[in-house]
């Protein structure tokens, strides 16, 4: 993932049905969707999807971020170097006290994206930077008091050692939650939230459904990684925070819940999870 990567193809799905509550998008890049912040926002809150948490990558779109939730009270800011940008060595002291400057930053909720990529970057040198980064940034999230917020791809086992190893700060949410059931089980005996994206409307994804069924209520989020992953029947184009509904409604079927039951704890979720007011 690189900033202005985003691009996808065909025209922006429609407006799905708005939500009757109100929930957050818990993890978006506006940045690499190239697109008109106010415009997007409005969209979205229009559907009910009043918060948006804009994420960072690298140093540069860290700073974006930041900039961009401390101009509009609808979006707040998480700040990290990606794994794959770590593998790439990326997470270099000065990034990483960048990083950390940034996340002390009264609109900054969150530090991520980190954690471990071993789909994207190969190779032990590259598996060993990563993790070093992983390290240093929940070290960061637990001396700013942020929460942290993971990728999480093709590493399961080894994102758990690592976090467990060095001891998890009080608030941590799994971004894009790819586990099995075993692990929502493990994800929730810990306390940490899992955030599901489009990926849970795909057919083939049975066994991401499953872990769905099995996570607590009171630890589910739900985002949209646009301009990624974007949800059923709309796969493979442009993706958004106004389409979280999609979403949601699917988790709500997944798993036998009321609409406006879900809506309501994934909001409550949002606000313990980021500490929002």
């Known amino acids: 993932?690189?900033?202005?990567?985003?691009?996808?193809?065909?025209?922006?799905?429609?407006?799905?049905?708005?939500?009757?509550?109100?929930?957050?998008?818990?993890?978006?890049?506006?940045?690499?969707?190239g697109v008109d912040v106010e415009q997007t926002l409005a969209a979205a809150k229009a559907v009910g999807i009043g918060t948006v948490v804009q994420v960072g990558?690298?140093?540069?779109s860290s700073r974006w971020s930041a900039e961009l939730a401390a101009r509009y009270d609808q979006v707040h800011a998480a700040v990290a170097l990606h794994p794959n940008e770590a593998g790439r060595g990326a997470a270099t002291d000065e990034a990483l006290r960048e990083i950390e400057s940034l996340a002390a930053l009264p609109q900054v909720v969150a530090v991520g994206e980190t954690g471990l990529d071993h789909y994207r970057t190969e190779g032990e040198d590259g598996h060993r930077q990563q993790e070093a980064s992983f390290r240093a940034h929940i070290a960061i999230a637990k001396r700013t008091g942020t929460a942290l917020v993971i990728h999480d791809r093709d590493a399961h086992d080894d994102v758990l050692r690592v976090l467990l190893d060095e001891g998890a700060p009080d608030r941590v949410v799994f971004h894009c939650f790819s586990g099995d059931a075993a692990m929502a089980r493990t994800c929730a005996e810990h306390?940490?939230?899992?955030?599901?994206a489009g990926p849970v409307t795909f057919k083939p994804n049975d066994g991401l459904r499953e872990a769905a069924q099995v996570a607590p209520v009171e630890l589910l989020l739900v985002e949209t990684d646009a301009p990624f992953l974007t949800p059923m029947p709309y796969r493979g184009r442009p993706n958004a925070p106004?389409?979280?509904p999609l979403t949601v409604r699917s988790l709500a079927?997944?798993?036998?819940?009321?609409?406006?039951?879900?809506c309501g704890a994934i909001a409550a979720n949002g606000r313990r999870a980021f500490r929002l007011r």
């Open 57 to 60: 990558i690298d140093v540069p």
């Open 1 to 33: 993932m690189s900033r202005g990567s985003g691009a996808r193809e065909g025209q922006p799905p429609p407006p799905p049905e708005p939500l009757a509550v109100e929930v957050l998008d818990s993890h978006a890049h506006l940045d690499i969707m």
């Open 253 to 262: 079927e997944t798993k036998c819940l009321d609409l406006d039951e879900l």
């Open 242 to 244: 106004y389409l979280v």
């Open 191 to 196: 306390g940490f939230f899992m955030s599901f």
